[in-house]
């Protein structure tokens, strides 16, 4: 156990719930890290489609990121109305649920764990690219790389919230430090110079204009740089794990995360425009990310830039830890619902859904094998998950308004009304931009979710309705069970288990089964060592039933046996008493048959109702 | 099942065993492939050796195979001995074991066992080393193929005694036919060229002298041909697989097999002399086996030529086989003095001693793999196993002649004597030559083993003398048991299993594990549904105890108070009944905690000789 404690700290007890939560400064790293993040890989996405479009497409990227920062707004505002509504934790599953209807939150639900399983996924590889593209001797060891960093984040995020905040606080504000640092010197640098600033380090020359900018372009832009706006509800989906006044500091942490969001989304876009920045085709040689460009050309390449450059490494890789502060969440509310198996509600040693966090791993962790640790090509799928949850998340929110009424509730409906709009807007231009890249997957996977949850539903009212028992212990039938004792030979095992069998029931029969050996001695000692003394106590001695076994089979004449009886004695219980040598050492094992715990199963599978496994153990060391 | 009928055919019954029993045509291929196989690759051992030695070393043939015939003479009148003495089987082990003593017995035993896994082995990749440097495509997948054969071997012999007999005798017949005709065409050739054939294929020119002979070489090419003795202690030890006359049968197919195997070794001195045929080095380009040159030598390379060098390959690939048979049988020996784990005297569906066939499959399985299905290097190791076993037994049966007594004693004591005499000196001979090679891992093994068997004798030893019981059955503490039966909620389960607590014991506790959510649900409903009963019937009812878990454990603390209890009941044995819901679907598991199991698990291990546990099982297709 203390390798244990080393790896996930000292169990914590249920009532230090309380001091396991967090305020915003650990929050910020703990939930903020996705949407901060997003500012590393949003805008380069944007550029990315825009480098068909030369000199000209780089103009277009300050009206895209324009949008996308007045989405984040819309967003924000109905959410900070949501973390009011539902100080317990408001997820886009509980809001839609609530208010839509059960198929509407369940439609939220798949949309998040696939938005969330692909953030770890993407995240961790994109981290790893990132350092792979530093240091391309490490190309060999990618996929080891990314698992091992994903092995990491799973440890620190069983280690128990608190410990997630402090680990994370570091890189998490170096990233932000940095970001902000380089955009005040440019800022500074454009307003020296009138608007014309000369670059440190020149960026790569502008190719030459290859098509005309048209509506699709720039919707394809816009789509790609909306991923930027992943990672916003974590919030208002773990507002439980925040200090008291939880809505409070719930609220402080948001607005802090988005508005640094923003100042880092205009902030590259103005910049990338001053310095005219294209992005590079990550598939050509010479390729670099478009915010190396930016730091180089802002601060050239020295200490700053490679503290800044370390940074964003870290921040990508670790960006997936706010789908591990997450997901556990979510499922612990779907879990509690019944739509998936309920260990998802357990919290684990250090108050943490630890079924939860395991299974993001292992899926996030299969994603990446599969993908040999280059998960490009899944980007597509994934502002489609996150965006169908941001809507159904504000159309939840006005129902709620409508139904909860009163002062201030028609300006709530207003706002969500129109996050809801924005966002859904946005879902069907991700979707119809994205479709024949990947889209289209995430289109055939939710349904599949929905149906799979809705399975695991089904079962467990099946359970309930079976066991539930609205009715008291009847005390008629106090029949005593028939009582069967499996022997091979006369020992004390047999002794002891043919003493307890008589202690409960004086209907007893031993059982043996002779494979041609013949079975004399076991007549004789029975009739000298059970009959004799039972006959002079005055208790009817158990009966001895010999069954032939030709095959040399053990098990399977027993089984039948028990079946038989248990047709043949309509009114008694049958237990089957199976004495069994427990093997403390693991080589005993080699040594000894497991013909106890197989005849345990074979009863258990082959046996019905009226049949009941007793195991008298005998253990050696004693 | 019907699979497993497909495979390894329909189960045959104990009295069936008779009709499993074999003749001297099936007991050729059986117990013969070892010894004939070596034909093949004894003298190409011995010549390998004497590669140095020139056109002169090709001369010293003649009288290192006359040696090597003379020492199969001597042994096959020992073990021809040893056949009639031990009718029911007179392995190495049973012999050495009654007249020399345990240690002996367990020596024997123990070379044996090597040998037996070293010819699989090395049997099967000598096959698939010639079937590659014939088909040089198939070199990639040496180590499959070798596997392949392996498992093939292990499924013929797990179908039984006749069936192998039947699919090995045509490619043994057809080797010993080819070779015999082989032998026939050159001697005839020589006899009317008067001693001096003209070869239809020129073997290769003979290198150079580049030694001097000496008494070393000779004895070192001298003790690699004797690796053409392995394998001929294989009948003696199978005596019990023949048909009646038991004896006869027997005697008769050793007579066959070492007189076939006497003709090949002459045969092939003699034509190898006559030819002028010297080894080629196997690491060169161009090598080529001593009998591929003779066969080409003798009859030029067609269609005969190709089906004599295709049954040399299967032979070689097959005489594992031999192992296969007798590997088991030793097993079952030992395994029945209580050397070895009592599950390698069990028989299986087919009659054979399916864990020694396993047991031996996964050993040699595991030396291709660790190999790479190359195993050139092991050679040295096995025929220093083969030889202590011939010693030990032909030492065992001149004990055994002494003890007997009676008319030809003396004559059958002195041909045992000189045979562990010959047999003894050659094993000295054979550890000094090959000891830096490879036979002080022997050396090594050995001792090994037999701690090894000491230890798990010792085991069982322990075992018995502490279960053995002969004393009858106590009738006096008849107090019934104390209950306790985990609950978590009020259901029909937990109802079911109350109705059987209450039925075997008016002692009966319901322990409930609070993890801080409160048990006052649960209070209530006991006092309706079961104290309210019982009260009314005039019983004493089940008392609720619940148990706080603060670290929100289940199964910590309810086994904790089982044992507490334990603790305080000394004159009371306690049966803790557990209530468990039984999958009856492999999905069914991903619902439902494991609780019960692990339960069952956990009371198993921690628990007593005065602890019991009760599984009453639900079943939810009911």
Request: with cysteine.
């Amino acid at each position: 156990m203390s390798l244990l404690d080393l790896l996930l700290g000292k169990p914590l007890a249920s009532d230090q719930a309380r001091a396991e939560c967090i305020g915003t400064a650990a929050g910020i790293p703990i939930f903020g890290l996705d949407a901060l993040s997003s500012a590393a890989y949003g805008p380069e996405a944007a550029l990315t489609l825009l480098i068909p479009l030369g000199a000209l497409g780089i103009a277009y990227m300050v009206p895209i990121s324009m949008s996308i920062i007045i989405l984040l707004a819309i967003v924000y505002f109905s959410y900070r109305q949501t973390i009011a509504a539902y100080p317990g934790g408001g997820g886009s599953y509980t809001v839609a649920r609530q208010n839509l209807g059960v198929t509407a939150g369940l439609l939220a639900a798949a949309a998040l764990m696939i938005d969330y399983v692909l953030t770890v996924a993407v995240g961790i590889s994109a981290g790893v690219g990132a350092l792979v593209s530093a240091v391309p001797s490490l190309q060999a060891h990618t996929l080891s790389i990314c698992l091992g960093i994903l092995v990491l984040i799973t440890l620190i995020n069983l280690r128990g919230m608190r410990d997630t905040g402090v680990i994370f606080m570091a890189p998490t504000y170096l990233f932000v430090g940095t970001l902000l640092t380089a955009m005040v010197i440019g800022l500074f640098k454009t307003f020296l110079s009138s608007g014309h600033p000369v670059p440190v380090e020149a960026p790569p020359p502008v190719s030459q204009a290859a098509a005309l900018p048209g509506a699709w372009i720039i919707l394809q832009a816009f789509a790609s740089g909306c991923t930027a706006m992943t990672g916003v509800e974590a919030v208002s989906n773990g507002v439980k794990a925040f200090r008291e006044p939880v809505v409070k500091t719930a609220r402080r942490t948001l607005t802090i995360i988005i508005a640094l969001l923003m100042v880092l989304l205009a902030g590259i876009a103005y910049l990338v425009r001053v310095y005219g920045i294209a992005a590079t085709d990550p598939l050509r040689p010479g390729y670099q990310s478009v915010l190396s460009i930016l730091l180089a050309a802002v601060s050239g390449k020295g200490v700053f830039y490679y503290t800044a450059m370390a940074s964003i490494l870290m921040v990508l890789a670790l960006s997936a830890n706010t789908a591990f502060a997450d997901f556990p969440r979510l499922c612990r509310a779907i879990a509690q619902n019944n739509y998936l198996p309920h260990s998802f509600a357990t919290r684990g040693r250090r108050l943490v859904y630890t079924q939860g966090i395991l299974a993001l791993a292992v899926v996030a962790g299969l994603l990446l094998i599969i993908f040999g640790g280059i998960t490009d090509r899944l980007i597509p799928l994934y502002a489609v998950g996150a965006f169908l949850a941001f809507t159904l998340s504000q159309a939840g929110m006005v129902g709620h308004w409508r139904r909860v009424g009163g002062e201030g509730a028609t300006r709530s409906m207003l706002i969500n009304g129109f996050g809801a709009f924005a966002t859904g807007i946005t879902v069907i231009v991700v979707l119809v931009a994205k479709f024949v890249e990947g889209a289209w997957i995430t289109v055939l996977l939710i349904p599949a979710l929905l149906i799979a949850m809705g399975l695991v539903r089904r079962h467990y009212h099946h359970v309930f309705l079976e066991v539930r028992c609205p009715t008291p212990l009847e005390m008629d039938d106090v029949a005593p069970p028939l009582v069967i004792v499996p022997v091979q030979e006369w020992n004390r095992i047999v002794k002891k288990a043919l003493r307890f069998a008589m202690k409960i029931s004086p209907h007893v029969r031993a059982v043996h089964v002779d494979p041609g050996e013949g079975s004399e001695i076991l007549h004789d000692e029975w009739c000298r060592f059970v009959e004799k003394p039972a006959v002079e106590a005055g208790v009817a001695a158990p009966e001895l039933v010999v069954l032939p076994s030709p095959y040399r089979l053990i098990l399977g004449p027993i089984v039948n046996y028990v079946l038989q009886a248990e047709r043949e004695n309509p009114t008694q219980q049958i237990a089957v008493l199976i004495p069994e040598l427990v093997e403390r050492h693991w080589y005993h094992h080699l040594f000894h048959n497991k013909r106890a715990s197989v005849l345990k199963t074979l009863l258990l599978l082959r046996g019905n109702q009226r049949i009941i496994v007793i195991n008298v153990p005998w253990y050696l060391d004693t």
